[in-house]
């Protein structure tokens, strides 16, 4: 059984306090009566946000208010869940940096730092994406270009390029015996662009805070602090 609470999923109900309630109550009841089960939340970024310093005379449009949330989440999560119940509660964030570290630490038990593939690990995704297409890569087709040029890239951006490459048209252009337009690297730059990925300095982020809330920046500092 898998419940999401995720901020977009509720934001219909995010303005009506009794709803919003009555909607987090039935949600840990209903995991902790038909286990095993998940509460799932994305975007937790949103609900456990960290306080940012209003420029002078900045005003932009106000979205929904989700840091409303944080303080039931927490009390039904610590209410209705004990050790025992086989209900687990996963929140995900891919902005970690926006998060207030504070209110996070004590809301989730365990934390897990999924990095982005590395150079063997693209190389890798790129050529599993493609066989699953049936199209076999030529022997000269310069994968280690497209694995270069890919950091900060996830699986789910190569698949997205490929499927923009690898149209109808252009497979059957792939398979057609009497006149073959074989694929040229080129083809897959244009699309992989304009795939969002993560920049150096947001993988650099991604650590800082992994290294925080794990207790690895204590553990280190305390190791590496003279005698």
Request: net charge positive; glycine share 4%.
């Amino acid at each position: 059984l898998v419940l999401e609470l995720s901020p977009m999923t509720i934001e219909p109900k995010i303005n009506d306090k009794k709803e919003l309630m009555k909607m987090l109550a039935m949600t840990f009841n209903v995991a902790k009566t038909f286990p095993p089960a998940i509460i799932y939340m994305d975007e937790v970024e949103h609900i456990f946000k960290a306080k940012k310093k209003k420029k002078k005379g900045a005003a932009g449009a106000a979205g929904p208010n989700y840091t409303k949330l944080r303080k039931p989440l927490t009390k039904y999560k610590k209410k209705v869940l004990k050790k025992e119940d086989r209900v687990a509660v996963i929140a995900c964030t891919n902005r970690p940096w926006e998060i207030n570290k504070k209110f996070i630490k004590p809301f989730v038990q365990k934390k897990f730092y999924f990095p982005f593939p590395n150079y063997g690990t693209r190389k890798a995704l790129f050529e599993h994406f493609m066989e699953q297409k049936g199209i076999p890569l030529p022997s000269n087709f310069p994968v280690t270009t497209i694995a270069h040029v890919t950091e900060g890239y996830t699986g789910g951006n190569f698949r997205e390029a490929i499927n923009k490459v690898l149209t109808e048209r252009r497979m059957l252009q792939l398979t057609d015996k009497k006149n073959v337009r074989p694929l040229e690297v080129n083809e897959f730059i244009g699309p992989l662009s304009n795939q969002p990925s993560t920049y150096i300095e947001e993988y650099e982020k991604f650590r800082e805070f992994n290294d925080d809330v794990t207790g690895l920046k204590a553990r280190r500092e305390k190791k590496n602090k003279p005698e």
